[in-house]
């Protein structure tokens, strides 16, 4: 098991990014496959989560905001951010537990991509 991700960057409060998960070991619509954050000296955060069957759950924090989405050809999860506030700033994860439910109690991890939203 295998996530190679990508796209994060420096952005300024406002502005938008699109993190890219690469899946490789096995095949990212058999199971939930979920974005987990964490921000400097805060506990990890599960910000979203993709099912198998393509149903999705977001954190309260960034419900309007971020969206995740899968791309089955590519075998490719994707976070797309938008209007990026400050308290986003972390490194986000691509995770999974190789279960169908969206869970913060992952087994397999990548090594993430940091987010800095700074003016």
């Known amino acids: 098991v295998q996530f190679v991700e990508s796209g994060g960057g420096l952005v300024q409060p406002g502005g938008s990014l699109r993190l890219s998960c690469a899946v490789s070991?096995?095949?990212?619509?058999?199971?939930?496959i979920g974005w987990i954050r964490q921000a400097p000296g805060k506990e990890r955060e599960g910000v979203s989560c993709i099912r198998d069957d393509g149903s999705t759950w977001a954190a309260d924090s960034v419900k309007g905001r971020f969206s995740i989405s899968r791309d089955d050809s590519k075998n490719t999860v994707y976070l797309q951010m938008h209007n990026l506030e400050f308290e986003d700033t972390a490194v986000y994860y691509c995770?999974?537990?190789?279960?169908?439910?969206?869970?913060?109690?992952?087994?397999?991890w990548g090594v993430g991509t940091l987010v800095v939203v700074s003016s």
């Open positions: 995770a999974t537990s190789l279960n169908t439910w969206c869970t913060t109690d992952m087994d397999y």
């Open positions: 070991g096995f095949t990212a619509r058999d199971y939930a």
